[in-house]
């Protein structure tokens, strides 16, 4: 199936996709958990293995819920799915990322996580692949621009956001590689609404689903390469500068409202 002729996100298509994605990855999550609390301490190598494995598996529910309600196959469609995009992308990319590491970066006084630059790219191609931005096809490729079909940008990005949080549920029961039990999950809620609303935007602007994966991870690395910010995406900003931070992030998130309106109008008018 090609571009041209595989479905395009729809609204009616929003709860298939939902079933899909929770049921992929809270099933594999579950098997986790209960393998965790089968054997809690000291487990040994291949068991640890196993719950690996599972955890792994239950990062793609987005991608291939995605893939199954648009009906993309092949090799060459999934593809054009991911790699498609308009003109002047990375300008647009290149200023997402650039303003939150700006943002970041003054926020923390330019102090960084001790070892972080050294493990960037190995971050990098692992959250590209098996983590964060594998997440992007489903959330930005399909529900996003399904949800903008039936609602305005912001009720859109904040039922994509709550979706988006909801679906780390699991997270908070398992904390064998994972620990979020002193992430207040109200406030993780929050944070993805905001998050989503700039993801929203990039994704209106440029079209592009890669961009978006990029985005993604390299978002999450950075949360964790500035010292303090993992602490500041909680609501604690006792380790930054909380005017430089809040005001940055407030900043990227009117620009985003902004964009994507921008982008509709010239869409319209085109």
């Known amino acids: 199936m090609t571009n041209e002729t595989r479905i395009e996100p729809q609204p009616k298509l929003v709860w298939p996709f939902l079933v899909w994605n929770f049921g992929w990855t809270w099933g594999f999550m579950l098997l986790a958990i209960i393998l965790k609390n089968l054997w809690p301490e000291n487990p040994p190598i291949l068991y640890l293995a196993l719950e690996g494995l599972l955890t792994s598996l239950s990062m793609f529910g987005p991608v291939l819920a995605s893939l199954m309600v648009l009906k993309i196959k092949g090799f060459k469609a999934i593809c054009s799915f991911i790699f498609s995009s308009k003109k002047g992308t990375w300008l647009y990319l290149l200023l997402f990322s650039g303003g939150l590491a700006v943002t970041f970066a003054l926020a923390s006084g330019g102090k960084l996580v001790d070892g972080a630059l050294l493990s960037f790219i190995g971050s990098f191609i692992y959250l590209m692949t098996m ?20 609602f305005s940008m912001l009720i859109a990005s ?15 029961f398992y904390d064998r590689f994972y620990d979020r039990s002193q992430n207040p999950f ?9 998050q989503s ?7 209106k602007k440029t079209k592009s689903v890669l961009a978006c994966m990029i985005f993604h991870a390299l978002l999450d690395i950075l949360i964790e390469t500035f010292v303090g910010i993992n602490l500041a995406d909680k609501f604690d900003f006792s380790q930054v500068n909380s005017l430089f931070y809040l005001g940055g ?18 869409e319209k008018n085109s």
């Open 186 to 194: 109200l406030v993780y809620t929050i944070v993805t609404i905001i």
């Open 158 to 172: 904040s039922i994509t956001g709550l979706a988006w949080a909801c679906w780390h549920i699991p997270l908070w």
């Open 131 to 150: 983590a964060g931005g594998m997440e992007e096809p489903g959330w930005r490729g399909f529900l996003q621009p399904a949800l903008e079909k039936k």
């Open 197 to 203: 609303i700039w993801f929203a935007a990039l994704h």
């Open 249 to 266: 992030l407030g900043i990227l998130t009117l620009y985003s409202i902004y964009l994507w309106y921008r982008a509709d109008k010239e």
